[in-house]
């Protein structure tokens, strides 16, 4: 909708299509899900020298082909509740 406030919509269609929408999850945070998967795929795959770019992309691909067959995900337990406790600085007391 934002692109049919600024452009024409001829425009604003032919820029729209070019653009691929990927939602982010609603619970957790999408940043440390995705730096946790990083983080296993370096430890899993990529913990070692790769001689090239052909090696690199085999090598990630089997890796999420594996990840995807095993249905792998992410068991997000970081609750509202417990991060007003370990981040009580930042979040306000209600105030009665």
């Avoid at 730096?35 to 890796?63: D, G």
Wanted: with cysteine.
């Amino acid at each position: 909708g934002a692109l049919y406030e600024v452009f024409e919509p001829a425009e604003a269609r032919r820029i729209a299509t070019k653009l691929e929408i990927h939602y982010t999850p609603k619970h957790g945070s999408w940043l440390n899900m995705v730096e946790s998967e990083l983080s296993v795929l370096v430890r899993q795959c990529l913990q070692r020298r790769i001689p090239n770019i052909e090696t690199l992309e085999k090598q990630v691909s089997a890796w999420e082909c594996d990840r995807n067959i095993n249905q792998v995900r992410v068991d997000w337990r970081f609750r509202t509740e417990d991060a007003r406790v370990k981040l009580s600085k930042i979040y306000p007391t209600p105030q009665n």
